[in-house]
Structure formats: C-alpha cells, structure tokens
Nanobody
Framework: QVQLVESGGGLVQAGGSLRLSCAASGSTFSINAMGWYRQAPGKQRDLVAAISSGGSTNYADSVKGRFTISRDNAKNTLYLQMNSLRPEDTAIYYC???????????????WGQGTQVTVSS
C-alpha cells in the first residue's frame, strides 16, 4: 500500500507563488504516474496536472504556462510549482497515484489528505 502526504499550501496574494510537495511512502515501487487534483468548495475534484514515471506531463488548460509538475523518483516526492496564482486557484489540493495513458490520467484509489491553497485578490 502507498501513503501520500501533501504539504506546502498556504495563503498567498494574487500573482504570488507556492510550491506543493507530496511525499510517497510504502510500496512506492508500484507507483506509475502521479497527479495533482484540486477541489474548491461546492465543486467537484478536478485534475490539475499529471506526470508519468518517465516524466511526460499534461496540464489542465486553466493552469498551462503557470503551473509545473515534477517528481523526484529518488526521494519519492511529487511537486507542483504554482506561479502567477489567481483567486480562482483557491482550493484544497490533493495528490494521487494512478496511471497515465498518453494524455489521459486514470486516478488510483490512493489519495493524500490534501493541503489548502488560498489566493487573495
């Protein structure tokens, strides 16, 4: 079983930056792709970005050019660098271990506890 723990959220002004981290432990050898999701109050949980074990990435249109997903396989850590943040980026951000089929990310059933990102205008 894989465990995921997110960190790095916080309160930031519009235009600012944050870097989220997701530390994986347990059966990390079984991890293929990983993704970041976010969920705003009253809304569904949406995929923000995903990355394969080989480093291929895809992004939601709303964050392209502003967010960068990366992973350090040696440290079993996933990152999300978020620049030019907007109030609409406010949400709880979750990491997930899943599978990437080309540009389609299939989430697995392992989720972290989430980290709150709040962007003030």
């Amino acid at each position: 079983q894989v465990q995921l723990v997110e960190s790095g959220g916080g309160l930031v002004q519009a235009g600012g930056s944050l870097r989220l981290s997701c530390a994986a432990s347990g059966s990390t050898f079984s991890i293929n792709a990983m993704g970041w999701y976010r969920q705003a109050p009253g809304k569904q949980r949406d995929l923000v970005a995903a990355i394969s074990s080989g480093g291929s990435t895809n992004y939601a249109d709303s964050v392209k050019g502003r967010f960068t997903i990366s992973r350090d396989n040696a440290k079993n850590t996933l990152y999300l660098q978020m620049n030019s943040l907007r109030p609409e980026d406010t949400a709880i951000y979750y990491c997930n271990a899943g599978i990437l089929f080309g540009s389609y990310y299939a989430p697995g059933n392992v989720w972290g506890q989430g980290t709150q990102v709040t962007v003030s205008s």
